[in-house]
């Protein structure tokens, strides 16, 4: 019995440190208290439309007093405290009906805005966007068939407009609800997550990843996709957004 008790005391023991080291390793972005460490994309300030409510990180245009009706900066978000390079970055996340967004990653500031240099784990009503919003021209423009439609390139957890998710192994929740993205980067492999599943993976800077980048929407960014480090960042397009439990894990 005593033998017993001691195993069991050891066990337990080590399954709180374990427990404990793990969660060290985590940096809180963001805790539901105060947006500390995040402003403006080429900016000093978070921008407006960007408050706190209820512990949830939320973007809403009907947030945006009349002071800052002429407000002409970014509103992308960036959490401007620390740079990073190989990460696991974990973010609950959710948008309304219609509702677009983006989470970027290596981003560089001193651009027309992230897009233009960062990755991004793409954030989008799959399955309303397209019948809200007309895309034809801009998907015709740059060659997708069946322009109308969101092209899986355009669709949640895909690296946009680089590399698809898969939708086998995709479980998104419908606009409204809660979804969680788990993105792992390093320089022999990249990871995105959707709701506990790996959806995507790649090589950063391989022949194939330069071949895409090259031939499609990045062709005529040189900057994109190059660094090796950088920012964290939100993309506002237009669309009500909500965030929680941002946290990040250097690897």
Same mark, same amino acid.
């Given at each position: 019995?005593?033998?017993?008790?001691?195993?069991?005391?050891?066990?337990?023991?080590?399954? #709180?440190?374990?427990?404990?080291?793990?969660?060290?390793?985590?940096?809180?972005?963001?805790?539901?208290?105060?947006?500390?460490?995040?402003?403006?994309?080429?900016?000093?300030?978070?921008?407006?439309?960007?408050?706190?409510?209820?512990? #949830?990180?939320?973007?809403?245009?009907?947030?945006?007093?009349?002071?800052?009706?002429?407000?002409?900066?970014?509103?992308?978000?960036?959490?401007?405290?620390?740079?990073?390079?190989?990460?696991?970055?974990?973010?609950?996340?959710?948008?309304?009906?219609?509702?677009?967004?983006?989470?970027?990653?290596?981003?560089?500031?001193?651009?027309?805005?992230?897009?233009? #240099?960062?990755?991004?784990?793409?954030?989008?009503?799959?399955?309303?966007?397209?019948?809200?919003?007309?895309?034809?021209?801009?998907?015709?423009?740059?060659?997708?068939?069946?322009?109308?439609?969101?092209?899986?390139?355009?669709?949640?957890?895909?690296?946009?407009?680089?590399?698809?998710?898969?939708?086998?192994?995709?479980?998104?929740?419908?606009?409204?609800?809660?979804?969680?993205?788990?993105?792992?980067?390093?320089?022999?492999?990249?990871?995105?997550?959707?709701?506990?599943?790996?959806?995507?993976?790649? #090589?950063?800077?391989?022949?194939?990843?330069?071949?895409?980048?090259? !031939?499609?929407?990045?062709?005529?960014?040189?900057?994109?996709?190059?660094?090796? !480090?950088?920012?964290?960042?939100?993309?506002?397009?237009?669309?009500?957004?909500?965030?929680?439990?941002?946290?990040?894990?250097?690897?």
């Amino acid at each position: 019995m005593r033998k017993y008790s001691f195993f069991f005391l050891l066990i337990s023991t080590l399954f #709180v440190f374990c427990t404990s080291s793990t969660n060290k390793e985590w940096i809180i972005l963001f805790d539901g208290k105060d947006t500390e460490g995040w402003r403006a994309y080429n900016g000093d300030v978070m921008p407006p439309g960007w408050k706190i409510i209820d512990e #949830v990180l939320t973007f809403n245009t009907q947030q945006i007093l009349e002071e800052d009706y002429d407000y002409k900066g970014s509103r992308d978000i960036i959490y401007g405290a620390e740079e990073f390079d190989n990460f696991e970055l974990y973010v609950e996340w959710k948008i309304p009906v219609g509702g677009n967004s983006g989470i970027f990653y290596h981003i560089k500031e001193g651009y027309g805005g992230p897009p233009e #240099v960062s990755p991004e784990y793409q954030l989008i009503d799959d399955e309303n966007y397209a019948d809200i919003h007309d895309l034809t021209a801009y998907n015709t423009s740059v060659g997708f068939e069946n322009p109308s439609k969101l092209h899986p390139l355009q669709q949640t957890a895909s690296d946009y407009a680089m590399y698809a998710a898969d939708p086998l192994k995709k479980k998104l929740n419908p606009a409204g609800e809660w979804n969680s993205t788990k993105i792992k980067f390093t320089e022999e492999i990249v990871e995105y997550w959707l709701n506990g599943e790996r959806v995507l993976s790649f #090589v950063p800077w391989s022949e194939e990843w330069h071949q895409k980048k090259n !031939s499609g929407k990045w062709d005529g960014l040189p900057d994109y996709g190059k660094f090796k !480090s950088g920012f964290i960042g939100f993309q506002d397009h237009g669309s009500d957004l909500w965030f929680r439990n941002i946290k990040i894990k250097k690897l």
